[in-house]
């Protein structure tokens, strides 16, 4: 199994679409996650974070099933400007005493937002 | 400010050139990366500082060679790359374990 795992897509979802994306990662120890979104020849930019349950911000929600040991993201009302991909990233602590982390990160999901 | 800084934004070199990636941060983070990213695939960590030491190198060819000249400056040397070295070349930065990293724009790297 990969360390973590997405869905590739290309979800193509019409403006004003709700649209979900699921996130499954192999380390049960695994204490935060993220989500980054990167636009074409560009770089990853943090979208959201999260470190218990779940997070919200505007019409961004990320949810994370630890028994299942995935975590989704939910994008309403979806406009234009959503359309890039999103990369589920889990840090993996490194065993050495720094201040550092890992990521871990997952293929991606291209996401489509037609007009 | 959340921003992390490169230099240059495009490169093109020869096999045989010596060149240089240039990276900066000001948010007082003790850690900074170094990452390589192929067209339509994840960025792939190469190396690791952490308050100004390399912690990890992860398994980089010598042809690439970082140094971090103080906690806000981290470099890539480059010398006698292979085309296939071509790739976005993203540097990060985080406060601590667990902590969010946060991009730079990256260099366009071609290796001609």
């Known amino acids: 199994r990969k360390e973590v795992e997405q869905d590739p897509g290309p979800f193509n979802v019409p403006e004003g679409a709700t649209v979900a994306f699921n996130c499954t990662y192999s380390?049960?120890?695994?204490?935060?996650f993220f989500w980054y979104r990167q636009d074409c020849r560009k770089e990853p930019k943090l979208l959201m974070s999260?470190?218990?349950s779940g997070n919200e911000d505007g019409r961004f929600t990320a949810q994370l099933n630890r028994a299942s040991q995935y975590i989704s993201l939910l994008i309403r009302d979806s406009k234009l400007s959503d359309s890039a991909t999103y990369l589920c990233?889990?840090?993996?602590?490194?065993?050495?005493?720094?201040?550092?982390?890992?990521?871990?990160f997952g293929t991606g999901t291209l996401l489509a937002v037609q007009p | 400010d959340t921003e992390v800084t490169q230099t240059p934004k495009h490169l093109v070199m020869g096999m045989t050139n010596k060149k240089s990636l240039k990276c900066e941060q000001h948010?007082?983070?003790?850690?900074m990366y170094w990452y390589k990213q192929k067209a339509k695939k994840p960025p792939e960590l190469m190396f690791v500082?952490?308050?100004?030491?390399?912690?990890i190198n992860e398994s980089v060819p010598s042809r690439f060679s970082p140094e971090c000249p103080n906690s806000s400056l981290l470099n890539l040397h480059l010398h006698a790359l292979q085309p296939e070295d071509s790739a976005l070349y993203l540097c990060?930065?985080?406060?601590?374990?667990?902590?969010?990293?946060?991009f730079g724009p990256g260099t366009r790297l071609t290796v001609l």
């Open positions: 990060a930065s985080s406060g601590t374990s667990y902590n969010e990293q946060f």
């Open positions: 380390n049960s120890a695994s204490q935060s």
């Open positions: 999260v470190y218990s």
């Open positions: 990233v889990v840090p993996e602590r490194m065993n050495y005493g720094g201040a550092t982390n890992k990521l871990i």
């Open positions: 948010m007082g983070h003790r850690a």
């Open positions: 500082y952490s308050y100004e030491k390399l912690s």
